[in-house]
């Protein structure tokens, strides 16, 4: 294959001094606590309501990464330094 088609290489680290945030599933339920009080600070969400409970499931999970995108409590907890 020509050297002009061939990928390029990906490394698995990431930038010098950039943060890296965890949001393996793991993760999310060790800090679970963090997880339920973002989603009521930052969507009014309760996720023990019964009303949010027979939701369907990808929409809430949708909220839950959407955490790791905002300046949240979860982020702050997740985050590699």
């Keep these: 294959m020509p050297a002009h088609l061939k990928p390029a290489a990906v ?24 997880v339920v009080a973002d989603m ?6 309760d996720l023990f309501d019964p009303i949010v409970l027979a939701r369907p499931w990808p ?12 300046p949240t409590r979860l982020r ?3 985050t590699r330094r």
């Design 59 to 70: 929409g809430v999970r949708t909220m839950i990464f959407s955490l790791l995108d905002s």
């Design 40 to 45: 009521a600070k930052e969507y009014g969400v």
């Design 76 to 78: 702050e907890a997740l």
């Design 11 to 34: 490394t698995g680290s990431s930038p010098a001094g950039a943060a890296q945030v965890d949001g393996s599933l793991l993760a999310l339920v060790t800090n679970w606590r963090l």
